[in-house]
Nanobody, 123 residues
Framework: QVQLIESGGGLVQAGGSLKLSCTAAGRTFSRYTMGWFRQAPGKEREFVAAIYWSDSTRYADSVKGRSTISRDNAQNTMYLHMNSLKPEDTAVYYC?????????????????WGQGTQVTVSS
């Protein structure tokens, strides 16, 4: 059984930082594109960042410059470190994995999804 398990969410003040983790179980994801998406209440799920198996990365404009995505293939784990958090970053954050040629910002391109972790940024 393949599972993606997110952790690290919580309540943080605006301007603070947070590190999200996504640990994969049941399969080795070293050759998968892995990504972070988020969904705020009443909004569609949106792309945040993704990392290809070669370690190339892509970020949404809304988080570029204040977020870093990384992966540790030996630990089958992906991370998202976010700084200078804003109230508009409040959402449920999901990790995803898929066999993709390159990096995709489209949720349907990803085969596996975690259950999500809540991030709340207070003003």
């Amino acid at each position: 059984q393949v599972q993606l398990i997110e952790s690290g969410g919580g309540l943080v003040q605006a301007g603070g930082s947070l590190k999200l983790s996504c640990t994969a179980a049941g399969r080795t994801f070293s050759r998968y594109t892995m990504g972070w998406f988020r969904q705020a209440p009443g909004k569609e799920r949106e792309f945040v960042a993704a990392i290809y198996w070669s370690d190339s990365t892509r970020y949404a404009d809304s988080v570029k410059g204040r977020s870093t995505i990384s992966r540790d293939n030996a630990q089958n784990t992906m991370y998202l470190h976010m700084n200078s958090l804003k109230p508009e970053d409040t959402a449920v954050y999901y990790c995803a994995a898929g066999i993709i040629l390159g990096i995709s910002t489209i949720p349907r391109d990803y085969e596996y999804w975690g259950q999500g972790t809540q991030v709340t940024v207070s003003s």
